[in-house]
């Protein structure tokens, strides 16, 4: 049951980066193999024994060989000593597949900035997952993926998240996303979202989704829900204000009275009248 069950967990300081460096069980070597068929396997095989036929005849690898061979010979006599040969490491499909690297914009991998290899090795997760004939299931995990994205950014994903679809030759993904950031709370559906409250020890759902809204309400509070106020899901109190005048009166009135909201976890909303 477990062998059908596909799931990849992207954890909240996950280093993408060393998640797309060449390996024999890296992500794209999986995705790799997956779209290889035989004669594409064999095709490659013959391409890199030529090639590395070729290089064996430049004078180089020549003296490189030789120079090894004769110290080898000299050390361990005609009896003992081994045959050498000066080649290329990865010269069939499996070796060629755990050495394949990703190069972005002519730069290596670790030269690109942390969100944008986040989104790369997302894509090459998704492509592997979705792609894959063998599992019954499959779901993708990530945790916090704002962590290394500017807004414009978030926005691309999540949209990206939002709309995905399975292509012809593809199978669906599920995706779980947990967050803290407004920017993704004020983009997502409702029905999409679900809520985890702490509620003095113990933490309690809340779905959007199960409220009963009346004619045109829901429509109207998902474009009332801006970056600004999707704060509204991770604030500990709420008080609401008219506009912006009482935003920044309330929030004075309450230090000339010693408190400080943020630090008390409450957020002032602006229903703009």
């Given at each position: 049951?477990?062998?059908?069950?596909?799931?990849?967990?992207?954890?909240?300081?996950?280093?993408?980066?060393?998640?797309?460096?060449?390996?024999?069980?890296?992500?794209?070597?999986?995705?790799?193999?997956?779209?290889?068929?035989?004669?594409?396997?064999?095709?490659?095989?013959?391409?890199?024994?030529?090639?590395?036929?070729?290089?064996?005849?430049?004078?180089?690898?020549?003296?490189?060989?030789?120079?090894?061979?004769?110290?080898?010979?000299?050390?361990?006599?005609?009896?003992?000593?081994q045959a050498l040969n000066l080649g290329l490491s990865g010269s069939d499909f499996q070796r060629l597949a755990a050495r394949l690297s990703i190069l972005v914009d002519a730069f290596e991998i670790e030269q690109n900035g942390l969100g944008f290899n986040n989104l790369i090795f997302?894509?090459?997760?998704?492509?592997?997952?979705?792609?894959?004939?063998?599992?019954?299931?499959?779901?993708?995990?990530?945790?916090?993926?704002?962590?290394?994205?500017?807004?414009?950014?978030?926005a691309v994903l999540l949209s990206y998240l939002e709309t995905i679809q399975a292509v012809d030759g593809e199978k669906p993904v599920q995706l779980f996303v947990t967050s803290h950031s407004p920017n993704f709370a004020s983009i997502a559906h409702l029905d999409s979202l679900a809520c985890l409250v702490d509620s003095g020890g113990t933490v309690e759902t809340f779905f959007p989704r199960n409220i009963t809204f009346g004619k045109g309400k829901r429509e109207k509070l998902e474009r009332y829900l801006d970056v600004t106020r999707a704060e509204i899901?991770?604030?500990?109190?709420?008080?609401?204000?008219?506009?912006?005048?009482?935003?920044?009166?309330?929030?004075?009135?309450?230090?000339?009275?010693?408190?400080?909201?943020?630090?008390?976890?409450?957020?002032?909303?602006?229903?703009?009248?």
């Open positions: 049951m477990m062998e059908n069950l596909r799931g990849v967990y992207l954890p909240p300081l996950r280093d993408a980066a060393q998640g797309l460096k060449p390996s024999r069980t890296s992500q794209l070597a999986r995705l790799f193999h997956l779209l290889a068929d035989d004669a594409g396997r064999d095709r490659i095989n013959d391409t890199l024994k030529k090639l590395d036929d070729e290089l064996k005849k430049h004078q180089p690898v020549v003296t490189t060989q030789n120079a090894i061979k004769s110290r080898h010979d000299s050390m361990l006599g005609p009896q003992l000593a997302m894509a090459v997760v998704l492509s592997e997952l979705a792609k894959n004939p063998e599992a019954s299931y499959r779901g993708l995990i990530v945790e916090e993926p704002e962590a290394h994205l500017h807004p414009q950014l978030q899901f991770f604030a500990r109190r709420v008080i609401f204000v008219e506009g912006a005048a009482e935003l920044m009166l309330v929030s004075v009135l309450a230090e000339k009275a010693g408190f400080k909201l943020r630090e008390h976890g409450v957020s002032l909303i602006s229903v703009e009248g």
